[in-house]
């Protein structure tokens, strides 16, 4: 009878409450649950974010809970949203969060080199490739230069074996050595294999952390600054394409020898490319007449346009190609861009910003003011967020990636 009675009593309820729930239920069905989900699958592939959890003692929430897709997937499109920055007589740009169907490119970039060389190298997985391959150079005289090419099956290209047996760091030096007003150096070194480098550096200990781009190079520096008169204790890691590690033991700066005369690597009289395959996945190698930045990205075709073949040595290899145990299952989710990452998705949670709290983030920084590499910026130079952050987390308050708010603040403001 009661079941009946409430029966009877749904029946006569208004029509639009039973519109309501059936919204409310379809919207839910909808949502992007698996982009909340525990992400740990993730963590398969990036141990060092897994490793960096279990070490550091400041550790970004989402990263604690293992829910990667919160920042970095793509979700569905959202409105505007404005968020408050501090308001300074300046050409800052708000920063806000766009709608995402605004933020989408025709072009996917998957690294780059802020730092001008002349011998450059990407190393690609096959799953990231599209049907054309694009590299920006930059160049301090000569602008932009823009390289389009079909990109080529993995097993048709020569396979690219190491020149050495072991990974070396070679011919430490310093160079524009200058204590006068702001002491600064400029640590130079190389390696017989093109290599990513990681260097760790402090005045008492080797606490504070610099990584390089995301391409390789034989050559590398870093600029350092506001050491004092005992000099900066260092330590540099660096890692070759083959997976081999190299450090350096711990030493002091002012130990190294000092020249100001660089000997550059032999570069090309013109830009030369090739296309090879290492460990299964897409190697590029890029040298060019002067030093240029470089950004490496991929591009579907549009339907019906095909692009001229490059001029780009690709020759069948004699020994086997690496297997390539990809599936269907193993494809990885659609990253958001960088912009967002670093900038506009922090005002999901950090909201109501008040002026004077927080630096102004998406802006150009003076013309004049020399920033530290460590401090992160954007493709475009601007600073983000994770320019005073650590990404995932870290051993100082609020993640930020000096020891304290002064030491970041004068890091760039020196007169502060």
Known sequence: ???????????????????????????????????????SSCLECHDDVEQMINEAYYVHEPVRDKKCQVCHAKTIVEAPVVVEQPQQQSSYIIAYKQPRAEQQQP???????????????????????????????????????????????????????????????DDLHLNNFDTRLVSRATLHWTTNEPSRCTTSYGNNSPDTLFEEDDLY?????????????????????????YRRVKTTETFNILNLPINDRETPLKSANEEKFALKQLQGKLWVEVITPDPASLSVGVQDNPEGQTIEEPVIPQTNADTPSVADNTTEEDEHIVLNDELYTTTQVCHKCHTGLEPGQSHPVNVMPPLNMTIPPEYKRLRNGKISCMSCHTVHGGNEEYRLIKKSKKALCIGCHTNY
């Open 1 to 39: 009878m009661l079941l009946l009675f409430r029966s009877h009593e749904l029946m006569h309820a208004p029509t639009h409450i039973f519109s309501i729930r059936l919204v409310v239920f379809i919207i839910l069905l909808t949502l992007p649950l698996s982009g909340w989900a525990d992400d």
């Open 107 to 169: 072009i996917k970039w998957l690294v780059e080199n802020f730092t001008p060389a002349s011998h450059q190298y990407a190393l690609l997985l096959e799953r990231s490739l599209r049907d054309n391959l694009i590299l920006d150079l930059w160049y301090e005289q000569g602008g932009k230069r823009t390289h389009q090419m079909p990109t080529p099956a993995l097993d048709s290209l020569e396979v690219q074996e190491p020149a050495y047996q072991m990974l070396s760091i």
């Open 217 to 241: 190079t034989y050559d590398h520096k870093i600029e350092l600054r506001n050491f004092t008169e005992v000099g900066y204790v260092v330590d540099i890691t660096c890692r070759d394409p």
